[in-house]
């Protein structure tokens, strides 16, 4: 399993970096075969409005898979335990449902998706440009999942939002968790309004 760990706004010293590793190690040690890569953010808020100031972030790339955890305390290290400890609930979690069951087949991407042809001029005659907003651009495989299967990843992912490509329509949908309890789903609609 690959380990990568990088601080913002901290050195990562070699105590720091072995801290981190020992306990990623003991979090992940009964999930070696299906985690293959972990990713650690440390950092630090410079600003003494924010309680919270050490954060650890972890993200385990599982069989195509994301799983994430981010924790906060005024303690880096205390942090560090807290995420290594919710990310090894995430994992456990992770293979009970997917392992678990005897029977799980699970269909490979190159079936699903429709063989087009990708047209050669994508943007006609427009110019291409971002808005001034953006700030980042990220990019990801999306392969088609069912709602239940996207609310699964939203857990993982310990994000407020996902976006997928809904199995039954074929088109972009997100579900997210909604203020009040529970989730809702977006979807767009197809046709005139």
Same mark, same amino acid.
């Given at each position: 399993? =690959?380990?990568?760990?990088?601080g913002n706004n901290i050195a990562v010293t070699e105590s720091i970096h072995d801290y981190v590793e020992s306990k990623l190690e003991k979090a /992940? =040690?009964?999930?070696? /075969?299906? !985690? /293959?890569? *972990?990713?650690? +953010?440390?950092?630090?808020?410079?600003?003494?409005?924010?309680?919270? =100031?050490?954060?650890?972030? *972890? /993200?385990?790339? !599982?069989? &195509?898979?994301?799983?994430?955890a981010q924790e906060g305390s005024?303690?880096?290290y205390a942090s560090i335990d807290l995420v290594s400890d919710k990310i090894a609930r995430q994992l456990r979690k992770y293979k009970e449902k997917n392992f678990g069951k005897k029977t799980h087949v699970q269909e490979k991407t190159s079936e699903v998706l429709p063989e087009d042809p990708v047209p050669d001029n994508l943007i006609g005659d427009r110019? @291409?440009?971002? @808005?001034?907003?953006?700030?980042r651009m990220k990019y990801f495989a999306m392969p088609p999942m069912t709602i239940d299967e996207a609310l699964e990843q939203l857990q993982l992912v310990d994000h407020d939002f996902y976006m997928f490509l809904n199995k039954d329509t074929n088109a972009?949908?997100?579900?997210?968790?909604?203020? +009040?309890? &529970?989730?809702?789903?977006?979807?767009?609609?197809? &046709? =005139?309004?």
């Open positions: 399993m =690959k380990l990568l760990i990088q /992940t =040690k009964h999930f070696q /075969t299906f !985690a /293959t890569k *972990v990713d650690v +953010h440390l950092s630090v808020a410079n600003n003494a409005r924010i309680t919270d =100031k050490h954060k650890a972030e *972890v /993200t385990v790339y !599982a069989n &195509g898979t994301v799983i994430r005024e303690n880096l110019a @291409p440009e971002l @808005p001034s907003e953006v700030v972009i949908n997100v579900i997210y968790i909604r203020n +009040h309890g &529970g989730y809702g789903v977006i979807q767009p609609r197809l &046709g =005139k309004e």
